[in-house]
């Protein structure tokens, strides 16, 4: 333990890894713009410069701290040396920020709000650049980037993709993807953890709402809805909700009122992919098939298997993700005259996830010549929705999801968590319904934030092998351990986003450690005021199984060939 002096005040300090966290934890708001716990230590900005008892200046976020170090946060020369930064910053950036997607929201904007910027003292000699639409997922806009380099280490070192990256020197340093290609032309999953890191507009969510407001204007399509689980605890972060709080009722009933006719919950699905995904697992084991199984809920980590491991593609499972089994059992559903009343079924997917527009469009996502998914929306563009048709969210009265396809298990909803899958999965295999068991699965190992867990279950006489991942970078590490010898498993269950779902691309940012651990919390707590905790035990299996979609499960439910 060591001592600092800030601003004249001692703080004690054990094992933090440079200044600035010792700072924030003295309850100083240090600004960054390049700085993230998550990655690693970059020094660009130089906003979080301080100055020692002698008057020297240096980067907090990259000095270590040492016992007796006196040091100043906010001198008269320090806030003359940040606001020019930040004019600077402003001189080469696009400021049309009225009509930025990102204004309201950007870390630049609001540095310069809270340093008394009024104006801008220099002329911008920079070349516009044209804006990347390529990608489904993400528009890349270099007009806005401030050099920061978050979607470059974010996509280096926790993604393992390393799709972006700088070139040129000096005035003409650029963040981009090599030979200056189209986030399209690149090994990009769609993931959108650049654009969760980048703190402007460069990088930013492409927006399908106009898409979703035209079907809603028109009267002979019947537009419905069906919401990740993963979304009920991060809506409310933009309405001033409790951090993690499940705000399910209220995303039904803000539905209903902009003019949904059916809305449903994508847990429904999640417990057709257990019972699909585990029949395949205990098939493959017993009859020789490719192990391990590799999951197939999150569309990015399947990309990422195409992109880097196809020796491995025939490894993952052949369901589809939720959202495909939902929007292909919706569009089949209402196929019948008896239940179509005449009208054209469009289906709208609320999710966390940027890569779910990317999977939305790919070729297996279409049955009878028909794609499934119509619009994807993320959680971020519901809440701007939300708040363009004047909706009260935090004053508006829940209402419950609509039948046929309104019942759903604990074990579906607990998809959004990294381990989710998994434990839904196991909770299936179980014989036993009783609460011992299910908490005996939940202290097996395969819970918590670690990005990559093992546990080791005993199934029928043999041991199943089972890691649980997330991260691209930490999948590609077990990857090739794998494809080495050095590690064998029965299950690899993988989500491209650190933690899972409930921290996608999609998502309402800043999310900071509260918010991740109270996402995750709100989650199991759903889980465990369900009545169903097994999707076995949801009694709508039995409806699909044996009623409306009898004979059409494989078609519907898995890619084809």
């Excluded at 028909?370 to 809440?383: I, N």
Aim: hydrophobic letters at 35%; a neutral charge; glycine letters at 8%.
């Amino acid at each position: 333990m060591g001592t600092i002096t800030i601003n004249g005040k001692k703080v004690e300090f054990t094992d933090e890894k440079n200044v600035l966290t010792i700072i924030r934890k003295a309850g100083i708001d240090m600004p960054t713009l390049c700085y993230h716990s998550e990655l690693s230590t970059f020094g660009a900005c130089r906003l979080c410069t301080v100055e020692n008892d002698r008057g020297q200046c240096f980067a907090s976020c990259s000095e270590e701290p040492r016992d007796g170090m006196v040091i100043y946060t906010h001198t008269e020369r320090l806030r003359r040396h940040r606001k020019l930064i930040v004019e600077l910053l402003l001189a080469a950036h696009c400021r049309d920020c009225t009509t930025c997607v990102k204004s309201g929201e950007c870390v630049l904007q609001d540095l310069a709000h809270k340093m008394g910027i009024r104006e801008v003292r220099f002329q911008d000699y920079k070349e516009l650049k044209p804006v990347d639409y390529s990608s489904p997922a993400i528009v890349r806009d270099p007009n806005k980037c401030i050099l920061c380099g978050n979607c470059v280490r974010v996509c280096s070192e926790v993604q393992g993709v390393g799709v972006l990256g700088f070139a040129h020197r000096g005035t003409e340093a650029e963040v981009t993807p090599a030979f200056n290609k189209k986030l399209s032309e690149t090994q990009c999953v769609s993931c959108g953890q650049c654009r969760v890191f980048c703190p402007t507009g460069a990088l930013t969510i492409r927006t399908h709402m106009d898409e979703v407001y035209a079907a809603l204007g028109d009267p002979n399509t019947r537009v419905v809805a069906q919401i990740a689980p993963a979304v009920r605890v991060a809506v409310g972060d933009a309405f001033g909700l409790p951090n993690g709080e499940n705000a399910m009722g209220k995303v039904v009933a803000s539905l209903h009122a902009m003019g949904f006719d059916e809305v449903f919950d994508t847990s429904y699905s999640a417990d057709l992919t257990v019972m699909e995904e585990s029949a395949e697992f205990l098939d493959r084991v017993k009859n020789g098939g490719k192990l391990p199984l590799l999951t197939s809920c999150c569309p990015a980590w399947v990309k990422f298997v195409d992109n880097e491991f196809p020796e491995m593609k025939e490894n993952v499972s052949t369901c589809r993700s939720p959202q495909g089994m939902f929007s292909a059992v919706i569009k089949d559903y209402y196929r019948d005259p008896a239940n179509s009343g005449g009208k054209k079924t469009f289906v709208v997917s609320i999710m966390p996830c940027t890569a779910k527009k990317m999977e939305a469009i790919r070729p297996n996502s279409f049955t009878k010549g028909e794609q499934d998914t119509d619009v994807v929306l993320t959680t971020t563009e519901l809440t701007r929705m939300i708040k363009n048709f004047g909706i009260a969210f935090d004053k508006i009265e829940p209402e419950a999801c609509d039948m046929p396809f309104g019942l759903s298990s604990g074990g579906g909803v607990i998809f959004g968590v990294t381990g989710g899958v998994t434990e839904a999965v196991l909770r299936r295999l179980a014989d036993d319904h009783n609460a011992a068991t299910l908490n005996a699965i939940a202290a097996s190992g395969i819970r918590g934030d670690e990005g990559i867990k093992e546990a080791t279950i005993p199934y029928n006489g043999m041991d199943v092998k089972i890691c649980v991942v997330s991260g691209l970078a930490n999948a590609r590490k077990v990857m090739e351990q794998v494809k080495s010898g050095e590690k064998e498993y029965h299950l690899i269950e993988v989500m491209a986003c650190r933690r899972g779902c409930i921290m996608g691309g999609g998502q309402p940012i800043p999310a900071g450690p509260r918010h991740k651990a109270a996402r995750a919390k709100g989650l199991y707590k759903a889980d465990k005021d369900r009545i169903l905790r097994k999707s076995d035990e949801n009694p709508l299996m039995d409806v699909f199984y044996n009623g409306y979609f009898k004979g059409k499960a494989h078609e519907l439910l898995h890619n084809p060939k």
